[in-house]
């Protein structure tokens, strides 16, 4: 049985936890998702719509805030009852926080930040890219039964959740969480700068590379961004140049993201920025080298000049609104 933690926020289930959902139900295997925190029967509702055997919901006073003593209190119990063989998250900021400490008080691995799994010849095979993304290696773990697992953000499709036909039960499961024993204290929830942006959470992307050629021309995008209601990102080079800020980066340095629409603009394609990306819906690039390796990728290629080709998509997408 594979037993999926879920991320929430705000009363809404974080996009990342319906792609670990996706992943667990293409094994095939049996599949429970765990919701922890305080007053959050709508999340587990909502998950509960889901092809799954069933939600466990874990409420408790203590953790309604996150904390990382808290939360591994409450799921170590919760995996110690269910007798999972795998425990799988999201790759996700809290949970590089609370996993590695759940792990090591179950005495368990913990495989970080995979793409892929499989079951083979009665054994887990976990995919892992190495080497900035070069290499993808077939982890496979010993010792005992339950391992934890964290998959990469945008490695499999929340839309190809299997939903059900009816909700599925949703378990409230007691445990006993000691307030004291929680040594964090959190401050007030983090919000991001004006300026910053959660591309993982984009519907649409508009994202430049060398092609744009200097900073004057990265307006041009933005419009096409701003027509498209999009979100502008970048490869390296263009946040390193300083012409757009870090927090806008894709690749394997920066954002993983897979939102439906992947608008690349002289965008090579390049191997550290492909891994941050390649789980889009719909890629479509422009690129006047017919040859640029983002071209084998892209579900829509347009082997020509961006001057001459997005200002013409600009003009069209604005006289439809």
């Known amino acids: ?42 999340v587990a509702s909502e998950l509960a719509t889901a092809s799954v055997d069933e939600v466990l919901l874990v409420e408790d006073a203590a953790l309604a805030t996150y904390t990382a003593d808290g939360y591994t209190a409450a799921i170590a119990a919760v995996v110690q009852a269910e007798a999972a063989t ?34 083979q010849d ?16 077939d982890v496979l773990v010993d010792g005992p039964a339950p391992h934890f697992v964290s998959l990469q953000l945008g490695s499999f499709r929340a839309d190809q959740v299997q939903r059900g036909a009816s909700a599925v039960p949703v378990r409230p499961v007691a445990v006993s969480i000691d307030s004291a024993a929680i040594r964090q204290r959190p401050e007030e929830p983090f919000k991001e700068a004006k300026q910053a942006v959660d591309l993982t959470q984009a ?5 430049i590379g060398r092609g ?3 900073p004057e021309h990265v307006v ?6 701003d027509a498209l209601s999009a979100e502008l990102a970048a490869s390296r080079p263009i946040c390193d140049a300083g012409w757009l800020p870090m927090d806008r980066q894709i690749g394997s340095s920066g954002q993983t993201v897979a939102p439906k629409l992947y608008l ?11 891994v941050g990306m390649k789980g889009s819906r719909m890629i479509v690039a422009i690129n006047k080298d017919p040859e640029a390796p983002i071209f084998e990728l ?14 013409a998509i600009i003009a069209e997408l604005n006289s439809q609104s």
């Open 1 to 42: 049985m594979i037993l999926v933690i879920a991320e929430h926020g705000r009363g809404e289930v974080n996009r990342a936890t319906w792609e670990v959902v996706a992943a667990a139900q293409q094994t095939g295997e049996p599949v429970k998702v765990v919701v922890v925190g305080h007053d959050c029967r709508g």
């Open 86 to 119: 795998l425990v799988l998250v999201a790759h996700t900021y809290q949970a590089r926080d609370f996993v590695p400490k759940l792990a090591a008080r179950l005495d368990r691995p913990l495989v970080a930040d995979c793409v892929g799994l499989r079951r």
């Open 122 to 137: 009665n054994a887990w095979r976990f995919v892992r890219p190495m080497f900035q993304a070069k290499l993808a290696a």
């Open 203 to 207: 519907d649409c992307i508009v994202s």
């Open 212 to 214: 744009i050629k200097g």
């Open 220 to 225: 041009l995008a933005q419009q096409l961004a």
């Open 264 to 274: 690349a603009l002289g965008i090579s394609g390049a191997i550290q920025h492909v």
């Open 298 to 311: 892209a579900d829509y290629a347009i082997a020509a000049d961006l001057f001459d080709v997005v200002p």
